[in-house]
């Protein structure tokens, strides 16, 4: 996106059959060449959590933020290292209520307690809203 937030920079049609964890490098690699630059973040879905794509653009020094799949033994360490502790939580964002008597979504990061299996940094990331949504299904 460019910097207001509004507009997508590249995009890509692929063949349906197309796996999404194979299609980060490129996509990286295009925007590198588009821009004439690597110091942008990429931001991705959870099909980027695949080594070969994480050290493609770490080893380009390059910056990416992923949602960590559940599959991930990263994730249920976490969830049973939470039945015992209580991270610190630092408030990051705060966005209105849908509706006027709606409550704000608190979205709230935590470090956490090691990094993935690859050495990098994990932040876990809690939003008021999404909790208030899982409950109610």
Known sequence: MAADGAVPLAHRVADGNSADSTTHIQTWEGLCQLLGRND???VAASKLAVRTT??????RDGRFVMVLPRSRMEDQALREWLVNHRPERTAVLWRPGPR???PDDVYSVAPAPWPSREGYRVVWVLSTGKRE?????
Not at 133 to 137: F, G, I, K, N, P
């Open 40 to 42: 942008f973040l990429h």
């Open 54 to 59: 994480m050290y493609h653009l770490d080893r």
């Open 133 to 137: 949504r899982d409950a109610e299904t």
């Open 100 to 102: 006027q008597e709606d």
